[in-house]
């Protein structure tokens, strides 16, 4: 069963809803202050409600539909560190080739600068000339 009260504060919110309606916004407003000020204890500068908030933001975003711009996210690649390197020419030279399948050695090889990939070929490379891979 509802009570009449919270039967008057369904009223109210649709009233506040209404955009149109100056009175209305007033009352809002006020209702706002008395909740800040007197229950919460906010004495500071009252914070932007969300439809004025998400006016501003619109307008200083302009056209731009992304938080963050692709361009910007721009990523900085820094070489993986030489252990990275180390494991990877390790995992094949214990378990041969089908090393490089494995989803943890995937990883790895992800992480590297192309200046990497290329020095760990070379020395899987010495590795398979010195017959020290193991054959599947």
């Known amino acids: 069963m509802v009570s009449a009260g919270a039967r008057g504060g369904d009223q109210l919110?649709?009233?506040i809803s209404s955009p149109n309606s100056t009175a209305i916004n007033s009352r809002r407003d006020q209702m706002l202050d008395d909740v800040l000020?007197?229950?919460v204890g906010w004495t500071g500068p009252r914070p932007a409600l969300s439809r004025e908030a998400a006016e501003e933001y619109h307008r200083q975003r302009g056209d731009q539909v992304l938080i963050v711009e692709p361009?910007?996210?721009?990523?900085?690649?820094?070489?993986?560190?030489q252990v990275t390197l180390e494991a990877i020419v390790w995992a094949v030279r214990e378990r041969g080739l089908s090393a490089l399948d494995k989803p943890t050695n995937?990883?790895?090889l992800q992480t590297l600068s192309l200046e990497q990939r290329g020095e760990v070929q070379a020395r899987i490379e010495r590795l398979a000339a010195a017959g020290k891979i193991p054959c599947p």
Do not use: C, H, L, V
């Open 106 to 108: 995937q990883d790895r």
């Open 37 to 39: 000020a007197n229950r």
């Open 13 to 15: 919110g649709e009233q």
């Open 71 to 81: 361009g910007s996210t721009r990523r900085f690649i820094r070489p993986a560190p």
